[in-house]
């Protein structure tokens, strides 16, 4: 990522498609650099080009399942490494067909790694960017 720290960043995970894609639309129409999480390479790779030319944006983009805790380690990583951070969207999610209860309670009870991810490394560091002087 570019070194223009004069520029509000965000990172959006589950930013491929949907609801993350036009978070990421719009934070760039306002001027936010981006980092865009997914799984899906190719894809992520096109929306990021797609918002660096169209919004004169820096886009930078980070492949992982986060339902592989070795991979959401490597989002977490590069939260830790930021040199700022404005906004995290954690959009990240998944469906498996079947009955609704038994997804949800895969989800909730044995993978919550994706809705944790980033939130960890990020709660502190909001509060203290914004905290008011003491």
């Known amino acids: 990522m570019d070194k223009s720290y004069d520029r509000p960043c965000a990172l959006i995970t589950g930013a491929t498609s949907g609801i993350g894609a036009a978070f990421a639309s719009r934070l760039a129409q306002k001027g936010f650099n981006l980092f865009l999480h997914g799984r899906r390479q190719k894809e992520l790779m ?9 919004y004169h944006t820096t886009v930078e983009i980070i492949i992982a399942e986060l339902s592989r805790t070795e991979e959401m380690k490597k989002v977490e990583e590069r939260i830790k490494s930021l040199d700022r ?23 909730f009870g044995g993978n919550d790694n994706g809705s944790q991810c980033g939130t960890s490394q ?10 008011p002087a003491r």
Do not use: V
Not at 122 to 131: K, L, T
């Open 46 to 54: 096109e929306r990021a080009k797609n918002l660096e030319k169209t």
């Open 122 to 131: 990020i709660h502190p560091r909001c509060f203290a960017a914004y905290a």
């Open 85 to 107: 951070l404005d906004i995290l969207i954690n959009n990240a999610g998944y469906w498996e067909p079947g009955f609704f209860m038994g997804t949800l309670s895969r989800f």
